[in-house]
C-alpha cells in the first residue's frame, strides 16, 4: 500500500525521563474514549494486570563509570507494511489508507492473538476482560476531534508529556516538524533488519559531557 499520509510519533530518547505521564495520560484517555475501556484485573492484588497502549521501559546500559539509565517508551509503531494485517483471520486489524494509522475492529477480533505473534515490537496486548486484542491508536478518536482547540488534537501521550520527548505529525510531509528533526538528528526506526517500515522513529540520546568526561578519565 502506498500511503500519501503517515501519521506517526517521534519520541526523543534524550530528554524522555521516564515519568510514565504518557503512560497514564493514555490509558485514561482510551479508558474513556471509543478504544476504551482498558480493563484492569486484580489493580490492588498481589498479581495485578491491565491492558495498556503504551508502555515505557528503562534500561541500565554500560558498567561504572559510563552506567546510563535509559527510559524507552514502546507502543504500536503503525508500520507502512504492518505483519499484523494479513495474519489476521477476520479482518479485525487494518491500516488505514486516509493516515496510515492501524487499527483493531472488536467486533471482528476474536483474540486469537495471531497479530501480537507476528508484531515483532511485542506492540500487542489481549485485554482479558473482553477477549479482543488492543493498541495504540495514536488516539484517532482525539486528533480528529472538532468538538477540540485545533491545538489539542494531537494523541494524549504528547499533550501529556512534561520534557515535549513526543512529538506527532504526518512523516510523509517533507516540511513538517516531525519530519525535520527526523533528517536533522537522525532518527531511526526501531529493528528495521524486519522489513515493517516502522512509522515511529526515536531521536538517539547525545553523549553527555559526563560521559565524555569519563571517557577521558579512563583513556
Known amino acids: 500500500m502506498t500511503q500519501t499520509k503517515q501519521l506517526a510519533l517521534v519520541i526523543d530518547l534524550n530528554v524522555c525521563v521516564g515519568c510514565h505521564a504518557c503512560v497514564t495520560s493514555c490509558k485514561q484517555w482510551n479508558t474513556s474514549g471509543s478504544a476504551g475501556p482498558l480493563t484492569d484485573q486484580n489493580p490492588y492484588g498481589a498479581d495485578p494486570t491491565g491492558t495498556f497502549f503504551n508502555r515505557v521501559q528503562t534500561y541500565e546500559v554500560d558498567t561504572f563509570p559510563l ?3 535509559i527510559h524507552f517508551p514502546k507502543s504500536c509503531l503503525h508500520c507502512e507494511d504492518p ?3 494479513p495474519v489476521c483471520p477476520t479482518g479485525a486489524s487494518y491500516k488505514r489508507k486516509e493516515d496510515g494509522i492501524v487499527l483493531v475492529d472488536y467486533d471482528k ?3 486469537c492473538k495471531y497479530c501480537a505473534w507476528a508484531c515483532p515490537y511485542g506492540a500487542r496486548e489481549l485485554d482479558e476482560e473482553r477477549q479482543v486484542m488492543t493498541k495504540c ?3 484517532v478518536d482525539r486528533i480528529y476531534s472538532t468538538s477540540l ?3 489539542e488534537r494531537k494523541p494524549a ?6 520534557t515535549n520527548a513526543r512529538l506527532f505529525g504526518d512523516i510523509k ?3 513538517s516538524e516531525v519530519s525535520q528533526v527526523i533528517r536533522e538528528r537522525g532518527g531511526y526506526a526501531l529493528m528495521p533488519e524486519h522489513e515493517t ?3 515511529n522513529h526515536y531521536l538517539p540520546r547525545a553523549i553527555t559531557e559526563i560521559i565524555e568526561a569519563a571517557k577521558r578519565d579512563l583513556a
Open 197 to 199: 517500515r516502522p512509522a
Open 67 to 69: 552506567t546510563q539509565t
Open 83 to 85: 505483519p499484523c494485517v
Open 137 to 139: 491508536t495514536l488516539c
Open 109 to 111: 477480533c476474536i483474540g
Open 173 to 175: 510531509d517533507a516540511q
Open 157 to 162: 501521550c504528547v499533550m501529556a508529556c512534561p
Open 149 to 151: 482547540p485545533e491545538a
